[in-house]
């Protein structure tokens, strides 16, 4: 393995100028095939003010990393087999190690147009925040780093009422979730052996999508939840999650939206907050956060590029997180990232504690 990420960065080298799409040529196949070759290089300085400075005692590091994501799909009449595999190659200063992840296994199968059921590994990907969302019950937390990043499923059946109206109700949909977690099965979802029920409701209606969610714990106490996303303009959508623990002063909310310009700024800003912190080892463990992304496409005419800027500031501790990137979109779907990402704050605060201080952060993707 330990050649894995030179492999993977010649492949999305060597094959980037053979691969011309002709769409007319694709015949309809039983079968979907994607994913992305990854490859990644990291140079990072370090924070002499960090507690865990006395783990590297050095004033930098080098990291690399190469990541394939592969994607596969198979129908036949009413079934569906869907996975994700992911292989994850990182050389973090010389400690090296090694990932082979089944992300997403499952099967699907259509009892008619309106039911469905699916069992197996999957990541629901429940609520409609960019950064973070208080109601994924049933999902991994996101990287802040990389929100839009894969997620490796649970083991899980979920069952799913799909209909289609006229009117000012356009769409419902009800979705059942069952999962078990001991240590045989999803054992690092919980710290207590336990059964999982969830049960959702959406619906489309003036056009609004709104879920409406109950959570039960065979061993915790119960959740609900809610989201909400609506575009009040045709470039401007505002969105919300709000998230409870039942019998407990326990709950978080999130608010946010999304404006795209008529030169092509997009804005991303959030709001998140929770009554209580969570561990410290989770991303955005604190009570409240603000964060704020702006992509600005093909700025100054530069054809294929892309300019982007993003903050996670924590309100408790004036600590913040900034990124100042570029990416530029060669043919033939690769895709080449640089980041400048800065870790600011007082001596003892989140970001200010951080091991890494700065990161020059240099990404190429080719997607298949």
Do not use: C
């Not at 059942?176 to 001991?182: A, D, F, P, R, T």
């Not at 119960?222 to 623990?245: C, P, R, W, Y």
């Not at 100054?300 to 993003?310: E, I, Q, T, V």
């Amino acid at each position: 393995m330990k050649p894995l990420h030179v492999i993977l960065f010649a492949a999305v080298l060597g094959n980037a100028g053979d691969y011309d799409f002709d769409l007319d040529a694709i015949e309809v196949k039983p079968y979907t095939l994607s994913g992305y070759l990854k490859g990644e290089n990291k140079l990072q300085g370090l924070n002499e003010d960090s507690p865990l400075f006395h783990t590297k005692n050095k004033e930098s590091m080098k990291s690399y990393g190469s990541e394939g994501d592969l994607k596969f799909a198979y129908f036949q009449d009413a079934i569906k087999l869907d996975s994700e595999v992911m292989v994850n190659y990182n050389d973090v200063d010389r400690e090296y190690s090694d990932a082979y992840t089944i992300a997403q296994l499952f099967v699907q199968y259509k009892f008619d147009q309106n039911n469905l059921i699916e069992v197996g590994k999957k990541a629901p990907k429940w609520g409609k925040g960019y950064f973070v969302n208080p109601i994924a019950f049933f999902d991994r937390k996101k990287d802040p780093n990389d929100p839009d990043a894969s997620r490796e499923g649970y083991v899980m059946a979920n069952y799913r009422y799909n209909k289609s109206y006229d009117g000012d109700v356009r769409n419902v949909s009800l979705d059942l979730i069952v999962m078990q977690n001991n240590d045989h099965i999803n054992s690092d979802f919980s710290q207590k052996d336990e059964n999982n029920v969830g049960f959702k409701a959406y619906f489309l209606a003036y056009d609004t999508d709104i879920d409406l969610i109950y959570y039960h714990r065979s061993e915790q106490s119960d959740k609900i939840g809610l989201d909400f996303s609506k575009n009040i303009q045709t470039n401007i959508e505002v969105h919300g999650e709000f998230a409870k623990t039942l019998g407990e002063d326990d709950y978080a909310y999130l608010v946010g939206l999304k404006y795209l310009t008529e030169f092509e700024l997009s804005i991303t800003s959030e709001y998140f907050y929770q009554k209580n912190q969570s561990s410290r080892s989770e991303p955005f463990f604190d009570h409240q956060y603000f964060m704020n992304k702006f992509s600005q496409k093909e700025p100054f005419n530069w054809l294929y590029g892309a300019l982007y800027y993003k903050n996670i500031y924590n309100l408790e501790d004036k600590s913040m997180q900034n990124s100042f990137g570029a990416t530029y979109s060669f043919k033939n779907n690769m895709l080449l990232d640089i980041s400048y990402n800065m870790n600011d704050g007082q001596i003892g605060s989140e970001y200010g504690s951080k091991l890494v201080q700065d990161t020059l952060w240099t990404k190429l993707y080719w997607y298949f």
